[in-house]
């Protein structure tokens, strides 16, 4: 059985170990690099020469991830990037991610951080496995409305982190009643903490049947036809791009309530949890947008990426 925890410990093992030998790179700048405390470096570096990770070269099975991770790095400039086996299910994928981004995330919280989350499937298991097994204080704020809906049950661990949701639907009616409820004290309470976040998680959707946004209801397929003959090939925080990760502009995104584009991309350590070769051409937009600092993915997808 597929451990996520073990596995990101091994992840991170082996990207620290091909770091300090293979590019002699200093501890601090290690830990600089990864967001993490040198002590941290320093233990890992010791468990994998216990554990034969490190011996006259890095072990084969996760030279070729951490191979991946170097490509998608380099090739669209982001700080970080985890990759995690596919699931052989692919009706499980965004649980898988979900899993491994809680992980990650969870090796980079601060006491008393803020992290900002957007819309979708993926990002709500992402906060819900977080939340479960937090041991410090975070709070958790929300870059859209309706993100109550996919949020877990009161009965949920969630519910021991602090909350900070947009008191609004996704979707507003008209441009101008979306304008009008972003003036809202309430509103603009919680827009005012986005910027103040250590990290953002946003999904990737893509433009097919299970996209989250359709089958919620929010918008209709003859909305999702439009899209697509306007050129979107998916979206990031509810807003639809094209295959250069250009925003799509259409009356449906005077509607949305979400922050902007050019907000995204000026917060720090923005991580996008999302995997599947149907989300390869989105997946692939919000990368060349310059939308996200870090990726969490799989391998198949990883690789498709790379052919990009």
């Known amino acids: 059985m597929y451990d996520a925890k073990s596995d990101f410990e091994e992840s991170l093992m082996i990207k620290i170990s091909w770091y300090y030998y293979m590019e002699n790179l200093t501890q601090q700048a290690i830990a600089d690099q990864l967001g993490i405390s040198r002590m941290r470096v320093i233990k890992l570096l010791e468990r994998a020469r216990q554990t034969g990770i490190v011996q006259f070269r890095i072990a084969s099975a996760y030279d070729k991830r951490h191979s991946l991770e170097t490509k998608l ?24 991610i979900a899993k491994a981004a809680s992980i990650y995330i969870a090796n980079h919280i601060t006491d008393n951080c ?41 009965e949920s661990n969630i519910f021991n982190a602090k909350l900070y949701l947009i008191p609004s639907p996704l979707l507003m009616s008209s441009g101008e009643m979306a304008s009008a409820i972003k003036t809202e004290s309430s509103i603009q309470e919680v827009i005012s903490m986005i ?13 097919d049947e299970g996209a989250t946004i359709l ?18 090939v998916g979206d990031i925080i509810c807003h639809f791009i094209d295959k250069d990760g250009r925003l799509v502009d259409t009356e449906i995104d005077s509607r949305l309530i979400s922050i902007p584009l050019q907000t995204l991309s000026q917060l720090k350590n923005v991580i996008g949890v999302a995997a599947g070769k149907h989300k390869v051409s989105a997946i692939a937009a919000a990368l060349k947008g310059n939308y996200l600092d870090i990726l969490v993915t799989d391998e198949d997808t990883a690789e498709l990426l790379c052919q990009d």
């Open 215 to 232: 089958k919620s209801s929010i918008l209709r397929h003859n909305d999702f036809l439009l899209l697509e003959m306007k050129g979107a």
């Open 114 to 154: 803020y992290i900002n989350f957007g819309y979708g499937d993926t990002t709500s298991r992402t906060i819900e496995y977080l939340a479960k097994g937090l041991e410090t204080s975070v709070s958790f704020v929300s870059l859209t409305g309706g993100v109550g809906y996919y949020l877990p049950s009161s």
């Open 195 to 207: 910027s103040l976040a250590n990290m953002t998680i946003v999904g990737i959707g893509a433009m």
């Open 73 to 96: 790095m380099e090739h669209y400039a982001l700080k970080d990037c985890y990759i995690v086996p596919a699931n052989p299910d692919p009706s499980m994928t965004n649980d898988t």
